[in-house]
Nanobody, 123 residues
C-alpha cells in the first residue's frame, strides 16, 4: 500500500487546515497520523480503527483535531482547527496490515507510511 498525504501549508495561529491521505488501494485497516517537528521524535497525533468505532488522539490535539476516513475513496483525513505554532511539523499518515479494534499509538504498529506533508503555523 502506498500512501500520499497532502493539504499542508502555511497558516496563522488560530487557523485551520485539512490534511488528506490517499491509499493506492482499498485498505480496511487502522489509519493514523503522526508528526515530526524539527529536532524532535516522530509522535502520534491521532488514529482511527478499521470500522471507525474507536478514535484516539494525543492529549496535545484533543478538542482541536478530528480524524475521519472515507473507505470509498481510500482516504483518511485530519481536520486541524485552532492551530498553534507548536503544531508546526511534517505530518505523516500511516496504516497497517490487518485490523485492530484498538488504536495503537506506537510507530512500530504501522507498516505503511506516506512521505509527509509540511504544516507551518506562524504566530
Amino acid at each position: 500500500v502506498q500512501l500520499q498525504a497532502s493539504g499542508g501549508g502555511l497558516v496563522q495561529a488560530g487557523g485551520t487546515l485539512r490534511l488528506s491521505c490517499v491509499a493506492s488501494k482499498r485498505s480496511i485497516s487502522n489509519y493514523a497520523w503522526f508528526r515530526q517537528a524539527p529536532g524532535k521524535a516522530r509522535e502520534f497525533v491521532g488514529g482511527i480503527n478499521w470500522n471507525e468505532s474507536n478514535v484516539n488522539y494525543a492529549d496535545s490535539v484533543k478538542g482541536r483535531f478530528t480524524i475521519s476516513r472515507d473507505d470509498n475513496k481510500n482516504s483518511v483525513f485530519l481536520q486541524m482547527n485552532s492551530l498553534k505554532p507548536e503544531d508546526t511539523a511534517v505530518y505523516y499518515c500511516a496504516t497497517k496490515r490487518g485490523m485492530l479494534s484498538t488504536v495503537p499509538k506506537e510507530i512500530q504498529n504501522y507498516d505503511y507510511w506516506g512521505l509527509g506533508t509540511l504544516v507551518t503555523v506562524s504566530s
